[in-house]
Every structure is written in C-alpha cells, then in structure tokens.
T-cell receptor, first 117, second 114 residues
C-alpha cells in the first residue's frame, strides 16, 4: 500500500483555470505538507497542516489554498493558474510530537507534475 | 534565514568506488538533518535522519555524518552501484517551533557508470 498518494500524477491546464491536487496518507500522521519543486529542481515548502491548523505559510500567493477535510487528506487548490505555477508539487506527512521535531521523518508522495499553458 | 548548499551539483564515478556528498547549512539551530534520494520522475525517499544531538547514522552502504557546530553534513556511499544513480537531497528542520517543514539544498545529481 502506498503510504502517501497524490492525484493526479500529471495535470496540464490553461492559464486562468482553477485546479486542485489531492493528497492522502494512510500512515496515521497528523501533520501534512505541500512542497513545490521548480524547474531548477529546487524544493521549497509551501504549507504544513497540523490538526487542521495551518502551521506554516511561506511566501506563497493567496491563489494557493490548502484544504484538509480530515487528518488523512490535505488537498491543494490553486485559483487563476499562471505560467509560473508550472512545477512539481509534492505532498508529505509526518507525526507531530508536540515537542522538538527531531524524530519526525517526513514521508513524501510521488509528486504531481503541473504544466500551465 | 536558513540556507542549505550541496556540493558538488553533479558527480559521475565508476561503479565500485566509494564517494562522499557534501551538505552545508548556514544556521546551526536545527532539530535534524535528512538525506533524501529522488529518482527521475519519482517522489522523494528518505534515506537517513540525523537528530541534532547525533554525530552519524548508518543504513547499509550509506553513512551520514553531522557536525552541527560547523554546519556540515556528509553522505558517504560505499561500493557504489549503478542503482545508486539518482539525485540526493539534503534538508534540515530549522528550530522554529511547531511543526516545521524542511529547508532543502538543490541536490547532487549522481551517476554511477557501469
């Protein structure tokens, strides 16, 4: 069984559209993350969610909104897609300990390759 | 602001050689450091996690060291195999409190020649 899964694997869409990427984890973790990997392969965190609370929101445009219907899911919704949004988006999860996250190994999904035309 | 740098950006060696990948970070206030492997078109696989209080971790042919005071980590791969070809990413969890994400380096693209 896949621990962290994402759908779709590939997404090609027109500029200006609204799209969502889904993420599910079956590890029982209570913290989930979204990362963006740009064309230069640089990976940067976008969001993290713990118990349905947004913990981190880096300098991400407000066109991006994470939505968590339950602890096992963290979906990424993107409004008014732009060319620069083309990238690979990775979802990840870990178990939040409530203290220093020294032991929190993050498990990553396979990525969603988004291409905006 | 925490920054992570990996050297070299790319490395190509013959099969069987031992090799070292380097990672440095600018702020020593970290909780842990992780090494990941990324295969083309695939997601990330966590290889090793070193807590800030630890000096090294080993898994099979992989050994990762951490010198927090100098802001450096190395990933040692023994007896390299063609299947080790991938991009290796180093990432640190900065001591910011709460559920922090990772700050990644840009990776080392490794090719093991058969």
């Amino acid at each position: 069984d896949t621990a962290v899964s994402q759908t779709p694997k590939y997404l090609v869409t027109q500029m200006g559209n609204d799209k969502s990427i889904k993420c599910e984890q079956n590890l029982g973790h209570d913290t989930m993350y979204w990362y963006k990997q740009d064309s230069k392969k640089f990976l940067k965190i976008m969001f993290s969610y713990n118990n349905k609370e947004l913990i981190i929101n880096e300098t991400v445009p407000n066109r991006f909104s994470p939505k968590s219907p339950d602890k096992a899911h963290l979906n990424l919704h993107i409004n008014s897609l732009e060319l620069g949004d083309s990238a690979v988006y990775f979802c990840a999860s870990s178990q939040y300990t409530g203290g220093p996250p020294a032991l929190e190994t993050q498990y990553f999904g396979p990525g969603t390759r988004l291409l905006v035309l | 602001k925490q920054e992570v740098t990996q050297i070299p950006a790319a490395l190509s060696v013959p099969e069987g050689e031992n090799l070292v990948l380097n990672c440095s970070f600018t702020d020593s206030a970290i909780y842990n450091l992780q090494w990941f492997r990324q295969d083309p078109g695939k997601g990330l696989t966590s290889l090793l996690l070193i807590q800030s209080s630890q000096r090294e971790q080993t898994s099979g042919r992989l050994n990762a060291s951490l010198d927090k005071s100098s802001g450096r980590s190395t990933l040692y791969i023994a007896a390299s195999q063609p299947g080790d070809s991938a991009t290796y990413l180093c990432a640190v969890t900065y001591s910011g409190g709460g559920a922090d994400g990772l700050t990644f380096g840009k990776g080392t693209h490794l090719i093991i020649q058969p």
